[in-house]
């Protein structure tokens, strides 16, 4: 099984800051690497694809980059709206697994 | 619009069984692979089981492995999932997700989720 490992955990971050967020494959999965937002009570949503597709309707200021085992997420001015839990996850092969998640909260 | 609505959640005592269904709408299911992903209280996300358009290839995380069976009815649009001899590890959301085949599973289409508490 493919082992996804995010970091950090969590951040602390105030609204304009450029935030980073790493994810790193235990073997390589080439560009198959996806990025999730999750807040509470709400469904998550597909940010990035394909390691660095911008999903439809999603602004601008995610970006994704990165390929084979390591990736980073990048949220280039943080938004209020942005204060969530973002995940990784590999499409590479079965079982698709997830990364343990980066919590991003107010500073 | 893709609507994707979870149902059949609930307690349940260890050792129990439990069905959950998605009913799907705004797409056709008929071409998407499906995807059940669950988040247990305070953990992270969790890929369950995925089922290819025909039904034809399942497969499933080995934690569940001989104890859920991933289901699909085309013809109501429909996905299912069945739970037998459930544990307190098997709380969660469960989540009916669009997509599943590798390479390249997106998972674009969320439904709000099914939350499954286990205990006695």
């Known amino acids: 099984d493919i082992q996804m490992t995010q970091s950090p955990s969590s951040l602390s971050a105030s609204v304009g800051d450029r935030v980073t967020i790493t994810c790193r494959a235990s073997q390589s999965i080439s560009s198959y690497l996806n990025w999730y937002q999750l807040k509470p009570g709400k469904a998550p949503k597909v940010l990035i694809y394909a390691a660095s597709t911008l999903q439809t309707g999603v602004p601008s200021r995610f970006s994704g980059s990165g390929s084979g085992t390591d990736f980073t997420l990048t949220i280039s001015s943080l938004q209020p709206e942005d204060f969530a839990t973002y995940y990784c996850q590999q499409s590479y092969s079965t079982p698709l697994t997830f990364g343990g998640g980066t919590k991003v909260e107010i500073k | 619009e893709v609507q994707l609505v979870e149902s059949g959640g609930g307690l349940v005592q260890p050792g129990g069984s439990l069905r959950l269904s998605c009913a799907a709408s705004?797409?056709?299911?008929?071409?998407?692979?499906m995807t059940w992903v669950r988040q247990a209280p305070g953990k992270g996300l969790e890929w369950v089981a995925n089922?290819?358009?025909?039904?034809?290839?399942?497969y499933y995380v080995d934690s569940v492995k001989g104890r859920f069976t991933i289901s699909r009815d085309n013809a109501k649009n429909s996905l299912y999932l069945q739970m037998n001899s459930l544990g307190a590890e098997d709380t969660a959301v469960y989540y009916c997700?669009?997509?599943?085949?590798?390479?390249?599973?997106?998972?674009?289409?969320w439904g709000h989720g099914a939350l499954v508490i286990v205990s006695s």
């Open positions: 089922i290819k358009q025909d039904g034809s290839e399942k």
């Open positions: 997700v669009t997509g599943g085949g590798v390479p390249g599973a997106r998972f674009v289409h």
């Open positions: 705004g797409f056709t299911f008929s071409n998407y692979w």
